[in-house]
């Protein structure tokens, strides 16, 4: 009797390791492969109806531009605050809002282009099944925002920094026109930071932004945002634009309400350098001289594009172009490379790299890699596997097909 009920829970033992590999197989394994004709067509143009939709309202500010009009402000710069409408002469205020739904129907207009002729300038066809998984995964990401802001905890420790904050002093007035350069630059400077250390910081890249450049076929709608997780969240700047950008601007008084034509040019500028994964872009650039000459001075789409190449030679310390929207701090510190004239890989630098066509793999498959580092190593190791440089290999590395 005991022999029958072992033999039975062995049996039963089987069954469960059977339906757990038949599920590792159907939602971990296995990759997005969808035809692009019959019943799957319906499903190709209703996820790229949901990608355009989450392109147009993160990167292109469709979201934030409808809260933005109810609040009457507008963001005028990558990182730069928010100037009130009714702080700005009336007819710059127009000007500001047309801008600003200008930026929404470039970007849509360059999301489409690039969809279309993604073929026809890079030689390979255009990566839809990359599209289809990194819209859904865009979604899991942007929604993470919103659990992290619910969180008490977090939103205590912001209340308690900004009162610490206040103490800092004030040792610059600036206002005007000067006052909005020094505060684009200040800005810049502190997502610089940000971008660079989550290259360099095993916890920051592994956990985060490592997703932002998993992506082989890049373009304006096969791009994926980071998680929208309070530190993890590099794309925002948040590690050092939270806890350097307060204290930097603290030190200067900068209102730049007065700045006139100055917002409309910054405005401008943003528009065209804000879709920065765009293969249509990067093509306009090495067909116009006059497009080329903004790189002096601004992070264009080519120059961005360039960060995510995979190639060695742009490999400068952990990658390269680190900043938003200006080339100043790249330049000064040794990380800027010019784009080449063809449209460089993209990608991460492993050649044996898992791209992730599968949502579920996509979004868990870093954290998943670097919990089975800390179960295969020893203590000691730890710190090293968590916060060690990108380049470090635990001397027990991870052995799986993913």
């Not at 109806?49 to 507008?74: P, T, W």
């Not at 200008?102 to 073929?119: H, P, Q, S, T």
């Not at 067909?287 to 360039?306: D, G, I, Q």
């Amino acid at each position: 009797m005991e022999e029958m009920k072992l033999t039975l829970d062995a049996a039963k033992a089987e069954e469960r390791l059977h339906w757990a590999e038949v599920l590792k197989q159907w939602i971990w394994d296995k990759d997005i492969r969808l035809q692009r004709a019959g019943p799957q067509a319906i499903v190709f143009a209703v996820i790229a109806a949901v990608a355009l939709a989450v392109e147009l309202s993160y990167h292109q500010g469709a979201l934030s531009l409808r809260e933005a009009l109810s609040a009457q402000s507008v963001v005028i710069f990558y990182n730069v605050k928010a100037v009130l409408l009714s702080s700005v002469d009336a007819s710059l205020g127009s000007w500001i809002i047309a801008v600003s739904f200008a930026r929404i129907l470039f970007g849509l207009v360059v999301g489409i282009a690039d969809l279309v002729f993604y073929e026809k300038i890079t030689g390979r066809p255009f990566d839809w099944n990359a599209m289809v998984s990194i819209s859904a995964v865009n979604v899991v990401f942007l929604l993470t925002a919103v659990f992290t802001f619910m969180n008490p905890a977090v939103t205590d420790l912001l209340v308690q920094y900004e009162r610490l904050i206040q103490h800092v002093p004030t040792l610059v007035n600036l206002n005007g026109a000067l006052a909005l350069v020094v505060a684009a630059l200040l800005g810049d400077f502190c997502f610089y930071w940000s971008h660079r250390w989550c290259h360099k910081v095993r916890f920051f890249w592994n956990l985060g932004h490592v997703n932002h450049h998993r992506s082989k076929n890049l373009s304006q709608l096969t791009q994926a945002v980071d998680p929208q997780s309070f530190f993890l969240d590099t794309a925002g700047g948040k590690v050092f634009v939270l806890l350097l950008l307060p204290v930097m601007t603290k030190l200067f008084t900068l209102d730049f309400r007065d700045s006139g034509w100055v917002l409309i040019v910054l405005l401008v500028l943003d528009v065209w350098t804000n879709p920065s994964h765009s293969v249509v872009l990067y093509y306009a650039e090495t067909r116009s001289r006059v497009l080329r000459w903004f790189r002096w001075f601004l992070v264009t789409p080519a120059v961005h594009f360039t960060h995510h190449s995979r190639e060695p030679e742009h490999n400068v310390t952990d990658g390269c172009n680190f900043g938003a929207r200006v080339t100043l701090w790249d330049r000064l510190l040794g990380t800027y490379v010019e784009p080449p004239p063809r449209i460089p890989e993209a990608g991460l630098f492993s050649d044996e790299t898992d791209y992730c066509n599968n949502p579920v793999r996509f979004i868990l498959h870093p954290y998943v890699r670097m919990f089975t580092e800390l179960r295969q190593n020893k203590l000691k190791y730890w710190p090293a596997i968590l916060f060690g440089p990108t380049t470090y290999d635990p001397p027990v590395p991870v052995q799986s097909k993913h």
